[in-house]
Nanobody
Framework: QVQLVESGGGLVQAGGSLRLSCAASVSIFRLNDMGWFRQAPGKQRELVATITRSGSANYADSVKGRFTISRDNAKNTVYLQMNSLKPDDTAVYYC????????????WGQGTQVTVSS
């Protein structure tokens, strides 16, 4: 069983920065794409950013140019650097990963709250 543990959320003023971390309980080489999703109150969970095993990143239009996803394979950790934060970025942020081994295995972290005040 793969566990993903997020950290780094908190309260920040608009224009500020936060860095989220997602530590995996296994080598992230065993996982396929990893990424971050978020869910604001009353809204559906949405994709924020993903990163492939080779390090290629993809971003939602709403965060392009402000957020950066990266991975440290030696630490089995994926990061989300969030700059120029806006109140609309307020949400619970979830780390996600999947693995294919004959069938698809889907993993989620417990979520970390990010609150951006205006």
């Amino acid at each position: 069983q793969v566990q993903l543990v997020e950290s780094g959320g908190g309260l920040v003023q608009a224009g500020g920065s936060l860095r989220l971390s997602c530590a995996a309980s296994v080598s992230i080489f065993r996982l396929n794409d990893m990424g971050w999703f978020r869910q604001a109150p009353g809204k559906q969970r949405e994709l924020v950013a993903t990163i492939t095993r080779s390090g290629s990143a993809n971003y939602a239009d709403s965060v392009k140019g402000r957020f950066t996803i990266s991975r440290d394979n030696a630490k089995n950790t994926v990061y989300l650097q969030m700059n120029s934060l806006k109140p609309d970025d307020t949400a619970v942020y979830y780390c996600h990963a999947y693995r294919v081994d004959g069938i698809l295995y889907d993993y989620w972290g417990q979520g970390t709250q990010v609150t951006v005040s205006s």
